[in-house]
């Protein structure tokens, strides 16, 4: 009941392309959504998170979209750039355990020039 | 720079050795986690420090591993007769309060045994 799973584990795509990275979780208990950025040989950057009361959130370039029915949540870049490419991470906390970070597996995207 | 600090960044260790890693927190920032992530893989959380204090460490290996946040200085993640499975990155994470969900990640030190 502590899992997230994230996918795709990679994606390509074009410069100005709109990449979608998706991850869904189990507990219905977790209350915080983030997204992480990671470049190599960098610790994880916070880029943007959403609460289960609303169902989108932008802020500039990367938006939330969050389905509390489906336990379903996604990253969308607008516009993405070469300099987007990273490791993207969603997780997933709950303020009762800490809010102690669940994370999914990672999404390596790549934005070609 | 008042992001959160690690040292040292890389770390190279024999098999039996220990390795002492360190984090001091953003300003102002009085909670610390730390976090494992192994090659190829996502991170795992392993404990969660207030100031002289351990709130959760039901991600820590039950044998050889340790952590510590004293009253005075960084948070102190400890293995103790390290294995080449320990090989990874070890991340230190901390927040400003208790509830307070946004965690600001250090750069990491880089464990490898050989």
């Known amino acids: 009941q502590q899992q997230v799973k994230q996918s795709p584990q990679s994606l390509i795509v074009q410069k100005g392309g709109i990449p979608i990275i998706n991850c869904a979780y189990e507990n219905t208990a977790f209350d915080y959504f983030p997204w992480y950025q990671q470049f190599p040989g960098k610790g994880p950057a916070l880029l943007i998170a959403?609460?289960?009361?609303?169902s989108e959130k932008k802020e500039g370039r990367f938006t939330i979209s969050f389905n509390k029915s489906a336990k379903q949540f996604s990253l969308h870049i607008m516009d993405s750039q070469p300099g987007d490419s990273a490791t993207y991470f969603c997780?997933?906390?709950?303020?009762?355990?800490?809010?102690?970070?669940?994370f999914g597996e990672g999404t390596q995207l790549t934005v070609n020039p | 720079n008042a992001g959160v600090m690690q040292n040292p960044r890389h770390l190279v260790r024999r098999r039996g050795q220990e390795a002492r890693l360190r984090c001091s927190p953003m300003k102002g920032h009085s909670h610390v986690y730390w976090y494992r992530q192994l090659p190829e893989e996502g991170l795992k959380f392993m404990v969660y420090l207030q100031k002289e204090n351990i709130i959760d460490e039901s991600g820590m290996p039950k044998e050889r591993f340790s952590a510590e946040f004293p009253k005075e200085g960084p948070s102190i993640l400890r293995i103790q007769q390290v294995v080449r499975g320990d090989s990874a990155a070890y991340f230190c994470?901390?927040?400003?309060?208790?509830?307070?969900?946004?965690?600001?990640f250090g750069p990491g030190t880089r464990l490898t045994v050989t």
């Open positions: 997780a997933a906390s709950k303020e009762t355990s800490g809010s102690r970070l669940t």
């Open positions: 994470a901390s927040s400003a309060f208790s509830g307070s969900y946004e965690q600001y």
């Open positions: 959403i609460r289960p009361d609303v």
